[in-house]
């Protein structure tokens, strides 16, 4: 069977989709930006989902996220990469979105959401996440200090307790 070419959308700089793809891992044409998307998702405890990536995606601690596919919004990329990398469905109405901003070439959108789920019925891509676990925010805060969580992973981390207004 081959495998098939994940293909993303290329975007102008006022984060408008322009009809031009690159292919996972190409290099990006100069003035044209991508989109990353990253999921917190809360429990009811007011604990974290925190995943534990496999050794082929460096071995790291990080929340859910990564790359929307040719032709998904922003939101549709967050939901898809939450189904692919641990398995769980989640609603667009259950979706805020907390921050958004550009860099480098790259359109950042960061979402939230709360649910109490039963890790025991995740189902997670094990060519991407070891495990996942619920975590308190000290917890996080130590893995983060430790530098055993993804640098951008924490400062997004940080920024979704600045922004609920939740302190350490």
Same mark, same amino acid.
């Given at each position: 069977?081959?495998?098939?070419?994940?293909? *993303?959308?290329?975007?102008?700089?006022?984060?408008?989709?322009?009809?031009?793809?690159?292919?996972?891992? !190409?290099?990006? &044409?100069?003035?044209?930006?991508?989109?990353?998307?990253?999921?917190?998702? *809360?429990?009811?405890?007011?604990? +974290?989902?925190? $995943?534990?990536?496999?050794? *082929?995606?460096?071995?790291? /601690? !990080? !929340?859910?996220?990564?790359? &929307?596919?040719?032709?998904?919004? &922003?939101?549709?990329?967050?939901?898809?990469?939450?189904?692919?990398?641990?398995?769980?469905?989640?609603?667009?109405?259950? %979706? =805020?979105?907390? /921050?958004?901003?550009?860099?480098?070439?790259? +359109? /950042?959108?960061?979402?939230?959401?709360?649910?109490?789920?039963?890790?025991?019925?995740?189902?997670?891509?094990?060519?991407?996440?070891?495990?996942?676990?619920?975590?308190?925010?000290? =917890?996080?805060?130590?893995?983060?200090?430790?530098? $055993?969580? %993804? =640098?951008?992973? !924490?400062?997004?981390?940080? *920024?979704?307790?600045?922004?609920?207004?939740?302190?350490?």
């Amino acid at each position: 069977m081959k495998e098939e070419i994940e293909l *993303r959308d290329l975007y102008n700089a006022k984060k408008e989709v322009t009809g031009k793809t690159i292919e996972k891992g !190409a290099v990006i &044409p100069d003035g044209y930006y991508i989109s990353v998307v990253l999921t917190m998702i *809360r429990n009811s405890k007011g604990e +974290f989902l925190i $995943q534990k990536r496999s050794e *082929r995606k460096n071995g790291l /601690f !990080a !929340a859910t996220g990564g790359h &929307p596919k040719k032709g998904e919004t &922003p939101l549709e990329g967050a939901i898809t990469e939450v189904k692919e990398e641990i398995g769980i469905d989640v609603k667009k109405e259950d %979706m =805020r979105h907390l /921050f958004g901003h550009r860099f480098d070439e790259v +359109f /950042f959108d960061l979402y939230y959401t709360e649910k109490d789920l039963d890790i025991d019925e995740f189902v997670v891509d094990k060519d991407e996440v070891d495990y996942v676990e619920w975590m308190d925010i000290h =917890r996080i805060d130590k893995l983060i200090k430790d530098g $055993q969580f %993804m =640098r951008n992973h !924490a400062e997004e981390f940080y *920024r979704t307790l600045d922004i609920l207004n939740i302190k350490l």
